[in-house]
Every structure is written in structure tokens, then in C-alpha cells.
């Protein structure tokens, strides 16, 4: 049997950079690599040189962690230094974590209902820094995303405490209004009032956003739309509250689901995991003890609301925003919610600042119970600014979206990045963890100049009779890059799955890069699991053809790139978004291809 054995380790040990689907080794903390094996009960194990099993070190017990911190914030008020000064000696390294960390606030309570998230937070920020775990090229998930100008800027930590002067609210609400001009009214919605929530670094401003007397009139009664701190319901409260401590990295403290192997921390590199850093720099530098700072949207069951609810957050330059948003449809709830950012060129209630960066790291919890569905836009910003569009301003904006999904319910994400920010990297993490839920996730990515956009999907079948569908389209030009990595796992249990992936990239300049990085893990045969990608130049063949009918070569490029983005963009729920896609941006690139084909290169 040990013979047996030590010779089926090793052929797993030589498949193993098969089965990974990278073509590299795997390793833990940077050491030798290991390998993937079966013990002899069939369940798979890691072997790294004699280390602890992986799930072992990197399991998170909650309870654990919770009295951990507790016992450190403790033993830290005695010796009269905080966590925070004690983490912020240990980041020395980092100018941007040093900065934020010296600004977060110092408190010794353990009291309130996100107190044990924010402890549980900062230990494990402080392993990592110990550990020099800041993310970076090494890593598998940040294998083509640079972030080293980002870690070596000092950003200002963005609290909004005070109410805005009339100035300020003018400035905020002038450059809502020119975002609104590119988006338009929902679909739906004709000239009806829209239902808005508007943040400014995490915190509501009522003034930009609906009134009282219209939340109450579009919302349900029963509905919940407020920081956590404000809900008086001890049940609810401590079940949103469990949302975040059970979600999986993209968005929470948890951990991946996967019953026979959690994956969590993905310091290492590894298929299925996530590094979680970002995420763990919002739990606790962007919620208070007392839930402040957290915004939840409950919607009772059986409810069904007729709007598309606006969660709009801004933020100043050389500001770092944390904002975290929780969205909890209850039994058979429907709603329509889409994310936006619009960034400000100025800073409102604040001192200068010597950067013109601004980063919003901005994570959302989805829990969907039974038969409820969602249908969520993440729309980034829209080309609010020419500074921006030009690199004056540099955006960087992380987004974290973890999505649990029970019996029955389904939920349609679209995600769109066009405006060719700095750096754009949403992570998404979605887990079918009831019969027949579903899931439908498309992206659309349009870069430019030096633009960097990252799209990194995980989708979880851990139940039978689950369906997903993930369709992605990336066109980029000038020295811009696009990356996607997505993800699906199916368990054992988990018969008769049926997801599906598809990846399409345009080139369309000799300096613009694509990586795609399509994943299948399937413990299950019967499947129907199927994924593609291809990525190409314009055909020459379409376009003499087009421009055999009367057709410019701007407008043959036109007409190609609406066909390619068409199958996505249609699925925007905003029509003037899509119009201007259309008719501004596409023609806008049409013109710069043309450019660089007579030479006009752009730095």
C-alpha cells in the first residue's frame, strides 16, 4: 500500500503544473514548491517540505481570531501603545500603508457590532506585514498588475464627519450632474426622480441624495437603507454583520468555500485563490466599531422594487476611500442596484494634498436568500474629466464584490470599466451554494493610454443543478492592458453543473497587452463546463469589405468595434451610457488606430 502510494504522489507531483493551468510550480510564502496530492481516503492534501497542511495554517476561525484581537487591543492599552502604532512601525517599508495606518482612529473599545471584525482585521494585516506579504509581481494574482507607485504613495485617509459648506455642495453636486449627462435616466425609469444614495469617502451626504419621503415611497415597507450603526434590530443586525464574517476574501474575512480544501490567503500562488489585502485594508480602516461607515440595504421578503437604486460614492484627490456596502435581499426579494464612482478634481473640507492620485478601495457584500434576484451594475466612472483622461488625476479603484447565493435565487452583474483609469481591478467572488441558483457575469473593458484593468472571477458550484455564465470583452489600445482571469470550480457533490466561459480581446496597437488566464477546476463528471478565449487584430478582409460600400477606414473600425462590444453593452441598463460608447468613445479610438497606423505614437 506505501509503495503503491509514494508512486501515485509522484505522478500527481508531475501533473501538478498541469493541473494548475499556469505552467508553474505551485509554492507557499515564496518556499520550494509542493504539490497537490490524494491521501488514501481520496480527499486531496498539500505536501510542501514538511510544513503544516495549507488549510491547517491558513484556516480562519472566526471565534479565535475575535478573542486574539480582543486579548492584543487589551494587552496593547496596558502598555500604553495601540494596535495601530504597533502595525504602523511593522509597514515601515510602505510609504502608502505607513501613511494610512498612522490616520486610522485609535480606539480601545471592543464594544460594537464590528469591533471583532476590525481586531480580526488588523492581526491579519500585521502577519502579512511581518511576513512582507504586501501584494506584488511575484504572486499569482498580481502576476501582471503592477501596484508599486500606488504602495509608494502617501494617500490621505478620507473621513467626511462635518456637513459641506454650500461651495462644496455645489462643486460635488456640479460634477454628479456631468456624470449624469454621460449616464442618463435608467432604463425604465423615464423622467421619474431617481433613487440615489451619494457617498463622499464612505459617508452619506443626504443632501446629494434622495430624499427621506422618496426612499420611503419607492422602497418597500420593511426596507432598511442606512449605516449599520443605525439599525436597532439586534437579529438583523448580527445577520449582516455575519455577511462580512463569513465572505470570502474578494470582500470579507471568511474563506472560500470549498469543503474539501479552503482556500484562503493567497500569498502563494495557487488556481481558486484570492489575495485578500485590499479587502482587509477596508474591514478595518473603513468601519468603525459601532458598524459607522458600513451602509446596508435590506429588502424584506417577497418585496420587488420598480427602480434602479443609484449607490454613487466620490471621493477627493489624494484621498484614500473605504467605503463597504452590504446588499441583503431577503426570500423572493427582485431589485436593480448599480455601482458608480464619480471622482473629484478638487478637495472638498480638506488641505492640499502634494499627490493627484486618489484610490477608492470599496468592497460589497450580496447575500441572496431563496428565490430572491438581482440584477447589479458596476459602472465605474464614466469620463467625467479630461484631467483624468489625460493622467493628470490618477484614478486607482479596487472593488471587492463577494455574492453567496441560496436555493433558487440568481443574480446578473455587468461590469463595465471604459474610462481608462490608472488602474481599474475588481475582484468577484460569487458561490452557488443552494439548488438551482444561477449566476450570468459579463464585462466590458475599453482602455486607452496607459490604462490598467484587471478583472479577477471566481464562481463557486458547491450544490447539483447550478448554472453560470461568464462572457468578458476586452478592446485595447495605445500602451493600455487588459487582464482576466476567471475561475470555476465544481465540487464533488455538485451534479449536474452547467457553466460556461468565454473570453473575446481586441488588440488594436502593437504596444496594448492582453493576458487571459481561463480556469476549470471540475471534481465532478457530470458536468457541462466549457470556457474559450481568443484575442486578434482587426480583420483587414471586414474592413476592405466595408469600405468597398462607401465606408472610410474610421468608420469600417467603427462599425467592427460596435459589432464586438454590441452583445455586451446592450445589457447596460443606461441607454445614453451605451449611446455614448457608441457614438464618443468607439469613434474615439477608430481615430487614434488610425493615427498610429500613420505613425502618431503616443507616449
Not at 18 to 23: D, F, H, K, M, R
Not at 198 to 203: A, D, E, I, S, Y
Not at 219 to 248: I, T, W, Y
Not at 582 to 603: K, M, S, Y
Request: glycine share 8%.
Amino acid at each position: 500500500m506505501s509503495a503503491s502510494k509514494s508512486n501515485f504522489d509522484k505522478k500527481m507531483a508531475f501533473a501538478a503544473p498541469v493541473l494548475s493551468l499556469s505552467g508553474e510550480k505551485l509554492s507557499v510564502c515564496g518556499e520550494r514548491p509542493f504539490a497537490r496530492t490524494r491521501s488514501a481516503f481520496g480527499r486531496r492534501s498539500s505536501r510542501h517540505c514538511g510544513q503544516p497542511r495549507l488549510s491547517e495554517l491558513l484556516r480562519l476561525d472566526m471565534r479565535r481570531n475575535d478573542q486574539s484581537a480582543g486579548s492584543d487591543d487589551s494587552r496593547a492599552a496596558e502598555g500604553g501603545q495601540s494596535m495601530t502604532v504597533q502595525a504602523t512601525g511593522t509597514w515601515q517599508s510602505s510609504a502608502f500603508l505607513e501613511s494610512l495606518l498612522a490616520q486610522a482612529p485609535t480606539t480601545s473599545s471592543l464594544t460594537g457590532c464590528c469591533a471583532a471584525l476590525r481586531g480580526a482585521a488588523l492581526v491579519r494585516l500585521e502577519n502579512a506585514a511581518r511576513e512582507k506579504r504586501l501584494p506584488h509581481r511575484k504572486m499569482e494574482t498580481w502576476r501582471f498588475t503592477d501596484i508599486g507607485e500606488l504602495l509608494a504613495t502617501r494617500f490621505k485617509l478620507g473621513t467626511l464627519r462635518e456637513a459641506l459648506a454650500a461651495e462644496q455642495l455645489e462643486l460635488a453636486r456640479a460634477t454628479l450632474a456631468k456624470a449624469d449627462s454621460i449616464c442618463g435616466q435608467p432604463s425604465g425609469n423615464g423622467t421619474k426622480e431617481r433613487l440615489r444614495f451619494v457617498f463622499l469617502h464612505g459617508q452619506l451626504v443626504p443632501e446629494l441624495s434622495s430624499s427621506v419621503d422618496s426612499q420611503r415611497s419607492c422602497l418597500p415597507s420593511g426596507s432598511f437603507a442606512d449605516n449599520l450603526s443605525a439599525c436597532k434590530d439586534a437579529v438583523l443586525q448580527e445577520r449582516l454583520v455575519s455577511v462580512v464574517r463569513n465572505a470570502p476574501p474578494e470582500a470579507g474575512l471568511g474563506v472560500v468555500p470549498f469543503r474539501e480544501e479552503p482556500k484562503t490567503l493567497d500569498y502563494a500562488s495557487g488556481i481558486g485563490k484570492v489575495n485578500d489585502f485590499f479587502s482587509l485594508l477596508n474591514a478595518y480602516l473603513g468601519m468603525s466599531a459601532n458598524g459607522d461607515g458600513v451602509f446596508v440595504l435590506y429588502l424584506p421578503p417577497g418585496s420587488v422594487t420598480d427602480k434602479m437604486i443609484e449607490i454613487v460614492q466620490m471621493a477627493d484627490a489624494g484621498v484614500a476611500a473605504h467605503p463597504r456596502l452590504i446588499l441583503y435581499l431577503d426570500h423572493g426579494a427582485l431589485a436593480s442596484v448599480s455601482l458608480r464612482f464619480v471622482p473629484l478634481e478638487s478637495e472638498l473640507g480638506h488641505e492640499k494634498s502634494d499627490t493627484s492620485a486618489t484610490l477608492m478601495n470599496e468592497c460589497v457584500n450580496v447575500h441572496l436568500e431563496p428565490e430572491a434576484s438581482l440584477k447589479l451594475s458596476v459602472l465605474g466612472s464614466q469620463g467625467v474629466s479630461e484631467a483624468i483622461r489625460q493622467e493628470q488625476l490618477r484614478i486607482y479603484y479596487m472593488t471587492g464584490l463577494s455574492v453567496r447565493c441560496e436555493k433558487g435565487s440568481s443574480i446578473s452583474v455587468v461590469n463595465l470599466n471604459v474610462d481608462s483609469l490608472a488602474l481599474r481591478r475588481i475582484v468577484l467572488g460569487v458561490d452557488l451554494c443552494g439548488r438551482e441558483a444561477s449566476c450570468n457575469v459579463s464585462g466590458l473593458t475599453l482602455l486607452q493610454n496607459r490604462a490598467l484593468g484587471d478583472v479577477q472571477v471566481r464562481i463557486g458550484h458547491h450544490v447539483p443543478q447550478c448554472a453560470s455564465r461568464q462572457l468578458q470583452k476586452n478592446l485595447v489600445v495605445d500602451r493600455s492592458t487588459a487582464i482576466f482571469k476567471g475561475t470555476i470550480y465544481v465540487e464533488r457533490e455538485a451534479d449536474g453543473t452547467d457553466a460556461h466561459q468565454l473570453i473575446r480581446s481586441l488588440v488594436l496597437s502593437d504596444r496594448a497587452r492582453v493576458h487571459v488566464m481561463p480556469f476549470l477546476e471540475v471534481l465532478n463528471d457530470d458536468v457541462a463546463c466549457t470556457h474559450g478565449a481568443a484575442s486578434a487584430h482587426l480583420d483587414e478582409s471586414e474592413l476592405f469589405y466595408i469600405q468597398s460600400r462607401g465606408a472610410t477606414m474610421d468608420e469600417a473600425r467603427t462599425i467592427l468595434m460596435n459589432g464586438f462590444v454590441g452583445e455586451v453593452s446592450k445589457v447596460v441598463p443606461y441607454p445614453d451610457l451605451e449611446r455614448w460608447i457608441f457614438e464618443r468613445l468607439l469613434r474615439e479610438i477608430a481615430q487614434r488606430v488610425t493615427a498610429l497606423w500613420r505613425g502618431d505614437n503616443r507616449d
